[in-house]
């Protein structure tokens, strides 16, 4: 499996989030809703008024947020699969200790022997 670009996943997040929390921000200020999108933004960031400062300020907080996230969910996931390649190297490492073994343990096999223990444990 391949890993993931820690930037660019955080990079990925940032953009998206931080260019939705501009565009309800703008379309906040442009027509100031008093309604739930208001409040829900200023629960979000405090101190938010629907001005071009706040909402520039704001999509750049978000920006940061999501940047931070979206890293951090590419380093886990390079983590959990960094842990089950280890695992997986070893049980090939074992059926081909096997295989060799089984052949009476030649001299020159060992890539062949891993080859069809790849095979094996990967199933392809």
Known sequence: MAKLYVK????AFGIVASALSFVIGAWNMLFYLESGVNRAMAVIYLGYRPTL??????????FAFAFCIGAAI?????????ESKQEIDEKIKDVA?????????????SADDWKEAEKRVKGF
């Open 8 to 11: 660019a996943l955080g990079f």
């Open 53 to 62: 400062f706040s909402v520039i300020f704001n999509a750049g907080l978000c």
């Open 74 to 82: 590419a380093l886990l996931y390079n983590r959990i699969i960094e």
């Open 97 to 109: 200790r096997t295989i060799w073994e089984s052949k009476g343990k030649p001299e020159s096999t």
